[in-house]
């Protein structure tokens, strides 16, 4: 069986645009969580990473 995780992301306003960067490494990894959770700010950008948006698309709302 291969390893699956989840991921959360946490608010704090603009600087949770440090998760960009964050799903952008994943997505260079070919890494896809089975669970996405988050918090205000991390909310948003896990809404965006669960409809299939790839780090640099989110980045290119922001």
């Keep these: 069986m291969s390893p ?3 991921v959360a992301f946490g ?3 603009a600087r949770g ?3 960009i960067h964050a799903i952008e490494a994943l997505d ?4 896809k969580p089975v669970a ?3 918090s ?3 909310a ?8 299939g ?3 640099a698309d989110i980045h290119a709302y922001s």
């Design 4 to 6: 699956t995780f989840a």
């Design 11 to 13: 608010g704090g306003g």
């Design 17 to 19: 645009l440090a998760h």
């Design 28 to 31: 260079d990894l070919g890494i």
């Design 36 to 38: 996405i959770a988050g």
């Design 40 to 42: 205000s700010i991390g």
């Design 44 to 51: 948003i950008m896990g809404a965006g990473m669960a409809a």
């Design 53 to 55: 948006m790839r780090g």
